[in-house]
């Protein structure tokens, strides 16, 4: 069965970094673009991040407002991706979802149950 | 970035009868070398992820009921619950991949009446 598990969350003070974790699990994770996509509780979903399925620097994107503090990247030799998040806001509290991307495109098929982050002194 | 509007913000729909959401981009999502609509819909139940329901617009994903039918074209798109069941209780969300960064709309929450 695919899976996908969220680990890394937490709580966090404003200007502080954390590193969330995604493993995989069920399929080829080197075939697939992976994601972040994060959810402030009761609220939209928003994209974060993005990453190609061979996990080269050149190969990511994010969203404008996490651009120079948030880097994804991924070791397809352990099925796992991951998103540092450095100088952490207020604002970036949220849920945060990793998710497989269909094909070559930005649908995501497969989610994880999500991994909670709050930034708050 | 693309703007995604959807209404309403909320239904209630009576068991068995159906329900109609609409999604908007601020521009066109229709890839014109494929003729593919770069649009997907999703459904999150309360306390879980979202699951993929649709993609190019249209396209149900296996497993998806065939009561949730998506259609659209262009910058309009809507997705039709037809004989609505209480599991169908959820928020629904459309999405572009037409363009990065992908977007959402904001949600269409779901309810029986």
């Known amino acids: 069965e695919v899976h996908l598990v969220e680990s890394g969350g937490g709580l966090v003070q404003p200007g502080g970094s954390l590193r969330l974790s995604c493993v995989a699990s069920g399929f080829t994770f080197s075939s697939h673009w992976m994601h972040w996509v994060r959810q402030v509780p009761g609220k939209g979903l928003v994209w974060v991040s993005r990453?190609?399925?061979?996990?080269?620097?050149?190969?990511?994107r994010y969203v404008d407002s996490v651009k120079g503090r948030f880097t994804i990247s991924r070791d397809n030799a352990k099925n796992t991706l991951y998103l540092q998040m450095n100088s952490l806001r207020a604002e970036d509290t949220a849920v945060y979802y990793c998710?497989?991307?269909?094909?070559?495109?930005?649908?995501?098929?497969?989610w994880g149950q999500g991994t909670m982050v709050t930034v708050s002194s | 970035d693309i703007v995604m509007t959807q209404s309403p913000d909320s239904l209630a729909v009576s068991l068995g009868e159906r329900a109609t959401i609409n999604c908007k981009s601020s521009q066109s999502v229709l890839y014109n070398s494929n003729n593919l609509n770069y649009l997907a819909w999703y459904q999150q139940k309360p306390g879980q992820p979202p699951h993929l329901l649709i993609d190019w617009a249209s396209t149900r994903e296996s497993g998806v009921p065939d009561r949730f039918t998506g259609s659209g074209s262009g910058t309009d798109f809507t997705l039709t619950i037809d004989s609505l069941q209480a599991e169908d209780v959820a928020v629904y969300y459309c999405?572009?991949?037409?363009?990065?960064?992908?977007?959402f709309g904001g949600g269409t929450k779901v309810e029986i009446k």
């Open positions: 999405q572009q991949y037409y363009s990065t960064p992908p977007t």
């Open positions: 990453i190609n399925a061979d996990g080269t620097s050149s190969s990511t």
């Open positions: 998710g497989r991307g269909v094909g070559g495109h930005d649908a995501l098929d497969i």
